[in-house]
């Protein structure tokens, strides 16, 4: 009917217009939809492989590998994050929705801390958009700075998911984060967790690239929202390795929201 507005509006984020700039931005095509997420959403799995890839074959291979990281990481440290690259996507495509990661995680206490007492895993992941010149595109955060994609965040201990519930989607699981729904961590015991991904939208040109970094502290892109509390972290919970346990049956993998072309 006209003057009716559509149920949905999308910004399409192709190529590099820079950030905090709206003149710059007004670039970007809007195209209207019918419904959110969009219904011809294609949940694609890219898999973590022990050689820092991100791919939508996984690996046949039954070996266990692991890839370790420093937990209670600062923003400037290089080594408390582990990097996961596609390679160059074959032709234009289309990531609009909800994504998720699904890792299977462990901590090693550092040597000055016991293994026994409460311990803990915290998860900062963050999407990256790599484009066909080999730069990382920014967007404008909510403090006016560049961030990158999208992140996500989960502490180990807050993994429980309510799958009963009506609002629990595959893309979306639903917690409800009460006291109750905390579960312990161990040191050295695997934890297979559902890690939720803020929703976005890019088109990823021909010859760009997506990553995935996990880490276990803030990494460029947070701005002022930093997770930096002692009370909060404390050492004696989280210091040490984090570890990603990768193949022996066990999936790691990051569901992209693809949007098929018409």
């Known amino acids: 009917m006209p003057g009716k507005v559509a149920p949905v509006t999308l910004t399409l984020r192709k190529g590099n ?6 003149i710059a931005e007004s670039a970007y095509t809007k195209r209207e939809e019918s419904a959110w997420p969009l219904p011809s959403t294609q949940y694609t799995k890219y898999y973590l492989g022990s050689d820092n890839s991100l791919s939508p ?16 990481g600062v923003i400037d440290s290089k080594d ?11 032709q234009e495509t289309e990531i609009t929705g909800h994504v998720l990661a699904r890792l299977n995680v462990s901590m090693i206490p550092d040597s000055s801390e016991t293994e026994s007492g409460e311990k803990d895993i915290d998860l ?23 961030v990158p994609l999208t992140k996500g965040w989960l502490r180990c201990s807050m993994r429980k998911i309510h799958d009963e519930n009506p609002r629990h989607r595959e893309y979306m699981p639903h917690r409800e984060y009460l006291s109750t729904d905390v579960q312990p961590v161990k040191a050295n015991e695997v934890y297979a967790v559902d890690v939720e991904i803020w ?6 040109e021909k010859g760009g ?17 930093q997770h930096a509390s002692d009370v909060d972290r404390p050492a004696s919970k989280f210091k040490g390795k984090n570890v990603l346990h990768l193949g022996g049956g066990r999936e790691n993998y990051v569901t992209l929201p693809i949007i098929p072309s018409k």
């Open 199 to 204: 929703p976005t939208n890019v088109v990823v």
């Open 80 to 90: 408390h994050f582990a990097r996961f690259e596609t390679t160059q996507f074959e």
């Open 17 to 22: 217009v820079g950030f905090n700039d709206a």
């Open 57 to 72: 074959t996984q690996a046949k291979s039954d070996k266990e590998s692991q890839i370790s990281y420093s937990a209670l």
């Open 124 to 146: 900062f992941l963050t999407l990256r958009y790599i484009d066909p010149h080999g730069k990382e595109v920014l967007y404008t955060g909510t403090a006016g700075d560049g």
């Open 209 to 225: 690239k997506i990553v995935l970094e996990v880490a276990s502290g803030d990494t460029q892109g947070c701005g002022i929202f």
